[in-house]
Each structure stands twice: as structure tokens, then as C-alpha cells.
């Protein structure tokens, strides 16, 4: 048996390896931890990127209106709402379960550290993205 016909079972295993790792990469719960992630380490550029569009509109449109209310007190930024003093105070992700996933949506179950499970909705948009919904 020649070299090239002994690696080649090899140079398959990984490769079969290297795309499941790529999938698990790109899933939703991946996407979530990462948002996590990203507001823990007060990452805006990161935790920004990984909202979902109508989800930047909203906190975009909410700090302005929150500026216009606080001159110079409010940045009219919907970054810096996302990263503001409330980020500090989250708690460590203890489990994300995706209870339903389609091709363009999917609904994780989350549950913090001491708290209760909430529903966390992500939307596919070059990736997966978090959609917060807004207060209501």
C-alpha cells in the first residue's frame, strides 16, 4: 500500500472533523455564548456585530431618543446602551439548549446562574444573530 493510500482515510477523518467543528461554530447557541461572551468583556464592536439588524435599529433609535431627552448626558449611540451599567451585573451562562432552529430562526432556552430559563431568539443574517426583543 503506498503512503498516498494510507493517508488518504486519515486526510478524510479530518476533514469530516474540521467541517463539524466549522458547523458547531456556526450555530446558534455558538452565536449566543459568543454575545456573551462579548458583553462580558465589554467588547462593543464584537457584542454589536452579533445583534441581530432590527435589534440595532431599535437601540439605535431608543438612544437617540434617550439623548434628545439628556443632552450631552446620553450618547444617541445604541452601542453604548448595549454596554452600559447593566452589562456588569449579568451572571454566568449555565446551559443554552436550542429548543427549535429553522433555517432562518431558531429559539434557545437560556439559564443563568441563580436565575430562571428565558427564551432567546436568534435570526440568520450572515450568521446567526441575537434578536432582543424591545421593552415593551
Do not use: N
Request: charged residues 30%; positive net charge; contains cysteine.
Amino acid at each position: 500500500m503506498t503512503a498516498r493510500l494510507r493517508l488518504a482515510p486519515l486526510l478524510a477523518g479530518a476533514l469530516l472533523a474540521a467541517a463539524a467543528c466549522a458547523q458547531r461554530e456556526g450555530s446558534p447557541e455558538a452565536a449566543y455564548r459568543a454575545f456573551v461572551r462579548a458583553v462580558a468583556d465589554r467588547d462593543g464592536d464584537r457584542a454589536w456585530a452579533l445583534l441581530s439588524g432590527d435589534t440595532q435599529a431599535w437601540l439605535d433609535a431608543r438612544a437617540r431618543e434617550a439623548a434628545a431627552h439628556a443632552p450631552g448626558v446620553v450618547p444617541p449611540s445604541g452601542r453604548d446602551l448595549l454596554l452600559g451599567d447593566a452589562a456588569r451585573a449579568s451572571r454566568r451562562v449555565a446551559e443554552v439548549v436550542v429548543r427549535r432552529e429553522s433555517r432562518d430562526r431558531a429559539l434557545l432556552e437560556v439559564r443563568e446562574e441563580g436565575g430562571p430559563a428565558r427564551e432567546v431568539e436568534l435570526v440568520r443574517e450572515r450568521g446567526w444573530k441575537v434578536r432582543l426583543p424591545p421593552p415593551s
